[in-house]
């Protein structure tokens, strides 16, 4: 068996790379600009797979409104954009005021989902918790059709076309270069609030072990709380910029981003913050070689397949820690 | 009964509301003609309802609590009581069966065929439920083999024109040999990398079927489906429903034969013991791998049955009725009727598919409303509607 992973492993990455490097060599600019196309898309899924990976972190739990929130992110920007475009405000303070209202409303959403549909199942059997996880996603879902409309709404990009991008705009839009210099600011102000503060020691230790840390003196309920608002602040981001990036939005964009973005989490090894930002990539980057060199219609086929080839070789995800259970 | 604290606290919790639905519930751009609405009207209703929503949200868990700190043994669920009482038992079986008998001539076809569809629904929560409930393996992606069913009856019938009972055995194979072919990778996973990886299986079959046209029309899908027959003998329209209806009945009967059989087995009991602790289960010497693959590919035959079952009844298939929504479905029927109990199941399923048909008179309402009651009754009843009985075994001092 371990001898079949090692060739099977070679001959992949072999003609992988033998292929690889002859289209590289042959259109450098249009690899470059897939590659670009990639970690825009990337740097989104691990936008969203953190709030995933956070989650299941601390409470084991696949949040699946997670991508719900998401699109209330964008809805709300676009909401508050409009309405201060149509009085006439200044295009600076609209960018500022919808990303804030919408990181606001987000933080609000995924605090009172968590307080209504998970904390009452604590200690009830995990599949309750998904089955209550699947019914807000469903709710939220058609509670925003309802209320607004199920059609696709334009969105304005917030993002100007820079002018001193000019020159590269080919390549890599103002739109792109913003999402991913947005995330990695984002990921690092993540990576110092886990490692740093006192609320990130707290995050970390109830992950560990729920029961010591309230020993020590951690409000647990507080912490899990303050996990799913972090996760909501940085899918409503993720949904501000991707709201910019395709320029429409609608009830629905939420699922297959979310459960990209879970797929992305899983593969990174879920639970694991690094892990889920290099599986974000890892995801992002290869469905855009793939869209770009094979067949476009295959995407999703492609993304779940590199899942499943992955998960088979490393069992708990990329950076996942394998887990021996012990009696 | 409400105290005065908790008449503020909702009220605290419907200004919350009030805020945090105002953007959406309030406020309607229209982004083509460039015209905003408020509605205001929308504010004062959210209040309202979220007011007493609250009250009575609060009421009710505090009861859970109150009911959880004062009887501390297990209460079992009323129907597996009444079923256990033989003086009950029969007259009730008889009842459901005369029921069962007259339903398709007293209702009108529409009704018996939405019955159907609920009964379609049994059988692959029944399915689902060794695999989930038993054997305590999250498939996210049951859909797949319910999609190898109906897919192998319309091509095995479009291109050989082979008939309904013929092809019934032949995809519970299909499914059976799609079960195995897909355990045998992925089982070595845990929990929800599990669910993850099949779920993965689920979408990629569907999208095969989407893109693929020489094998299924793609998109357009198989149309002109035959019903089955009766000894050769083809029923006309209304007549057909019928049949199928018996059909289904008759295969529901089987599924519940086989699955109580397969609860109370070897293989059964070898499934929740599994569920319940792996390392003390190889520790009792079964073969954690290959009892894991079994759960999987029968819960795979009875999807792969069921499918064969709506491909007749709906006579056209195509890949949208096999989304990863509809493998969600069948999840919720198993959980919300009660997680590895056969008649929780069966609950779970009437409940989940004839309250979306039914609620059609509120048709856009529907699935906001299906959704809510998802998270109600988990939050109230998390073990589901019919909690399953653990089986137990009474020792009688032998008299010496």
């Known amino acids: 068996m371990r001898l079949f992973k090692i060739i099977l492993g070679v001959a992949v990455v072999g003609i992988l790379g033998f292929f690889g490097i002859k289209e590289i060599i042959a259109d450098p600019v249009y690899f470059l600009e897939l590659f670009l196309g990639g970690l825009t898309r ?76 998970y904390k009452p199942l604590r200690t009830a059997p995990r599949l309750s918790a998904l089955i209550s996880a699947i019914g807000m996603s469903l709710f939220l879902q058609n509670y925003v059709m309802l209320a607004q409309t199920s059609e696709f709404m334009p969105f304005e990009s917030l993002i100007p076309d820079f002018k001193f991008w000019e020159p590269v705009a080919h390549i890599i839009t103002a739109v792109e270069m913003t999402i991913i210099v947005t995330t990695i600011i984002v990921m690092i102000l993540l990576g110092m609030l886990i490692k740093f503060t006192k609320i990130g020691k707290a995050m970390r230790a109830t992950a560990q072990d729920k029961i010591m840390a309230s020993l020590v003196g951690i409000n647990v309920n507080r912490v899990i709380s303050t996990t799913f608002v972090v996760g909501s602040a940085t899918a409503a981001i993720g949904g501000v910029l991707i709201a910019c990036h395709v320029g429409q939005v609608n009830f629905f964009i939420g699922f297959l ?71 | 009964m409400v105290t005065k604290k908790e008449i503020k606290l909702s009220f605290v919790i ?59 043994k297990e209460d079992i669920p009323i129907v597996h009581r009444l079923l256990q009482n033989e003086k009950f038992k029969i007259p009730f079986l008889v009842a459901i069966g005369i029921f069962a008998l007259v339903y398709p001539f007293v209702f009108s076809m529409y ?146 034969f086989f699955v109580n059989r397969l609860e109370n087995s070897r293989i059964g009991r070898a499934w929740i013991a599994l569920r319940d602790d792996e390392i003390a289960c190889q520790a009792m010497g079964i073969d954690k791998f290959k009892t894991k693959l079994t759960a999987f590919a029968l819960g795979a035959t009875w999807a792969a049955l069921g499918g064969v079952v709506f491909a007749a009844k709906t006579s056209f298939i195509n890949p949208m009725s096999f989304t990863i929504w509809e493998s969600i479905t069948i999840l919720c029927v198993v959980v919300i009727g009660g997680m590895g109990s056969a008649i929780g199941v069966i609950a779970g399923a009437l409940v989940l598919i004839l309250l979306p048909e039914y609620l059609r008179a509120v048709a856009e309402y529907r699935m906001l409303v299906f959704g809510a009651l998802q998270v109600i009754v988990m939050v109230f009843k998390p073990e589901g509607l019919i909690r399953s009985v653990r089986k137990i075994y009474k020792f009688e001092k032998i008299k010496e």
Not at chain 2, 123 to 128: A, F, I, P, S
């Open chain 1, 42 to 117: 990337g740097s989104i899924y691990a936008l969203i797979a953190l709030g995933y990976t956070m989650v299941y972190g601390i409470i084991q739990l696949i949040n699946f409104a997670h991508g719900e929130i998401y699109m209330i992110g964008a809805m709300t920007a676009l909401i508050v954009a409009s309405v201060l475009g149509l009085w006439g405000w200044n295009s600076a303070v609209i960018v500022i005021l919808a990303i804030v209202f919408a990181i606001v409303y987000s933080c609000a959403y995924g605090f009172t989902v968590e307080k209504i549909a």
């Open chain 1, 257 to 327: 981003a979310g459960l990209k973005a879970f797929i992305a989490a899983v593969l990174g090894g879920i639970g694991s913050v690094p892990g889920a930002v290099l599986g974000s990539l890892v995801l992002g980057i290869s469905e855009s070689m793939f869209t770009g060199y094979f067949w476009s219609e295959y995407e999703d086929v492609f993304a779940f397949s590199i899942l499943v080839i992955i998960l088979i070789f490393r069992p708990s995800g990329i950076l996942g820690k394998d887990e021996t259970s012990k009696v």
């Open chain 2, 14 to 72: 419907a200004l919350w509301f009030m805020v945090l639905t105002f953007p959406i519930m309030v406020i309607k751009v229209n982004t083509i003609k460039n015209i905003v609405i408020f509605r205001w009207e929308n504010l004062l209703w959210t209040g309202i309802v979220c007011f007493f929503a609250s009250l009575i949200w609060n009421y009710f868990l505090r009861m859970k609590e109150e009911k959880k700190k004062s009887d501390t």
């Open chain 2, 111 to 256: 009704h018996t065929s939405i019955l159907i569809s609920a009964l379609i629904y049994v059988m692959l929560g029944l399915g689902l439920n060794i695999v989930v409930g038993l054997a305590g393996l999250l498939d996210l992606g049951y859909v797949a083999f319910y999609a190898v069913g109906a897919y192998a009856y319309a091509l095995l019938n479009l291109h050989f024109g082979i008939s309904f009972w013929v092809v019934l055995p032949i995809s519970a194979l299909l499914g059976t040999i799609f079960g195995t072919l897909l355990g045998y990778p992925v089982l070595r996973l845990r929990g929800d990398y599990l669910a993850i990886v099949t779920l993965g299986f689920g979408e990629i079959i569907r999208i095969v079927l989407e893109n693929w046209d020489e094998l299924g029309n793609g998109p357009r899908g198989i149309g002109n489906i035959p019903a089955p027959s009766f000894f050769g003998h083809q029923f006309n329209q209304h007549n057909s429903v019928i049949y199928i209806y018996f059909i289904v009945i008759g295969l529901v009967l089987l599924t519940i």
